[in-house]
């Protein structure tokens, strides 16, 4: 799985931290952000099969974010804030 580029997208996360993938997203003047990602056919495939995902995050030991995975483009993303 990766995370790519998509229209709506206003900045970059770690775009100059080799230690982590560079992260396009959209960042709402809220704070919500919106990342897409492009899942390989075996996983995919995967998915398909086994009806699950899995989510690792990595908190550092901090307190966790709300997360919210979704299969399409959020709603409020389809507006354009």
Known sequence: MKPIGFPEQ???YAENQPEYLPLPAFRAGDGTIATCWKLTWRE???V???GKM?????TFNHSLQPLKPEA???A???GGW
């Open 10 to 12: 206003t900045c970059v």
């Open 44 to 46: 995919r495939l995967t």
């Open 48 to 50: 398909l099969l086994a």
């Open 54 to 58: 899995w989510l690792t995050v990595l």
């Open 72 to 74: 399409s483009k959020p």
């Open 76 to 78: 409020w993303l389809k």
